[in-house]
């Protein structure tokens, strides 16, 4: 059978900061709409997971650099 994750880490943040933070970078083209239509799918597909009995964590992307690898490394602990 197929090989399951022990955790599935999703970097979550809102469309409106994804813009903000994508605004200047070379070959950034996206929308706020597609964003928003990429976060929902997300979303959803996350809910699916979780009902199949994967370990999904969400960390919010928000925080600097330090801060999200912090988040990360908690959830990961979280494992143990």
């Given at each position: 059978?197929?090989?399951?994750?022990?955790?599935?880490?999703?970097?979550?943040?809102?469309?409106?900061?994804?813009?903000?933070?994508?605004?200047?970078k070379?070959?950034?083209?996206?929308?706020?709409?597609?964003?928003?239509?990429?976060?929902?799918?997300?979303?959803?597909?996350?809910?699916?997971?979780?009902?199949?009995?994967?370990?999904?964590?969400?960390?919010?992307?928000?925080?600097?650099?330090?801060?999200?690898?912090?988040?990360v490394?908690?959830a990961?602990?979280?494992?143990?």
């Open positions: 059978g197929c090989r399951v994750p022990d955790l599935t880490i999703y970097l979550d943040i809102s469309p409106r900061e994804a813009m903000a933070r994508l605004a200047g070379p070959g950034a083209n996206h929308t706020p709409e597609r964003l928003a239509e990429v976060s929902m799918a997300y979303g959803i597909a996350i809910e699916r997971a979780r009902t199949a009995g994967q370990r999904i964590a969400v960390v919010d992307a928000r925080g600097t650099r330090e801060e999200v690898h912090a988040w490394l908690k990961v602990r979280g494992l143990q």
